[in-house]
T-cell receptor, first 114, second 109 residues
Framework: DAGVTQSPTHLIKTRGQQVTLRCSPKSGHDTVSWYQQALGQGPQFIFQYYEEEERQRGNFPDRFSGHQFPNYSSELNVNALLLGDSALYLC?????????????FGEGSRLTVL | DAKTTQPTSMDCAEGRAANLPCNHSTISGNEYVYWYRQIHSQGPQYIIHGLKNNETNEMASLIITEDRKSSTLILPHATLRDTAVYYCIVNLDNNDMRFGAGTRLTVKP
């Protein structure tokens, strides 16, 4: 049973560029959340997708956007990259929303902005 | 903002119990206490969660005080592979989990 898979694992961009990160949730899961983790800090919630719509959003600017596809996979897009966007981007999946069960995390996509 | 306070770092001898404290004095009645850990360069891993009663699973035990203002995660027999950052999170459910800085646990041989 494949867990949460993310791609790419590493990528380098320059300031002002745009990036798309991808996530496939664990089998049977329909809810995807995205987190940003800067070096030495805990993960920060970006947003959550369920039924192909953004359901909750953390304190991130509109440069951060996402999408969820009918097969429940998801993309995170970041426009006009800043140096401060360099971080590990984590995807987490769960079954349904508002449950108390565990979140399953992927290994992350490490973005470096030069 | 994280609703919890944890020590920045802790050490534990291999084979001994690791007791990781967490303060959550502003917890509300319907909020759960969750614990996750993150081993270097990996995504966070769920450990355990509880509401009022103490909980135990194959990984750890969670002890929640009667007033629910603090809790302790117990790893009964720590191994070198338990070296990680441990996050204590207070939340209504698994949506919008707010991670703090966590406790960096180092298990030493």
């Amino acid at each position: 049973d494949a867990g949460v898979t993310q791609s790419p694992t590493h990528l380098i961009k320059t300031r002002g560029q745009q990036v798309t990160l991808r996530c496939s949730p664990k089998s049977g899961h329909d809810t995807v959340s995205w987190y940003q983790q800067a070096l030495g800090q805990g993960p920060q919630f970006i947003f959550q997708y369920y039924e192909e719509e953004e359901r909750q959003r953390g304190n991130f600017p509109d440069r951060f956007s996402g999408h969820q596809f009918p097969n429940y996979s998801s993309e995170l897009n970041v426009n006009a990259l800043l140096l401060g966007d360099s971080a590990l981007y984590l995807c987490a999946s769960s079954r349904g929303r508002g449950h108390t069960g565990e979140l399953f995390f992927g290994e992350g996509s490490r973005l470096t902005v030069l | 903002d994280a609703k919890t306070t944890q020590p920045t770092s802790m050490d534990c001898a291999e084979g001994r119990a690791a007791n990781l404290p967490c303060n959550h004095s502003t917890i509300s009645g319907n909020e759960y206490v969750y614990w996750y850990r993150q081993i270097h360069s990996q995504g966070p891993q769920y450990i355990i969660h509880g509401l009022k009663n103490n909980e135990t699973n194959e990984m750890a035990s969670l002890i929640i005080t009667e007033d629910r203002k603090s809790s302790t995660l117990i790893l009964p027999h720590a191994t070198l592979r338990d070296t990680a950052v441990y996050y204590c999170i207070v939340n209504l459910d698994n949506n919008d989990m707010r991670f703090g800085a966590g406790t960096r646990l180092t298990v030493k041989p």
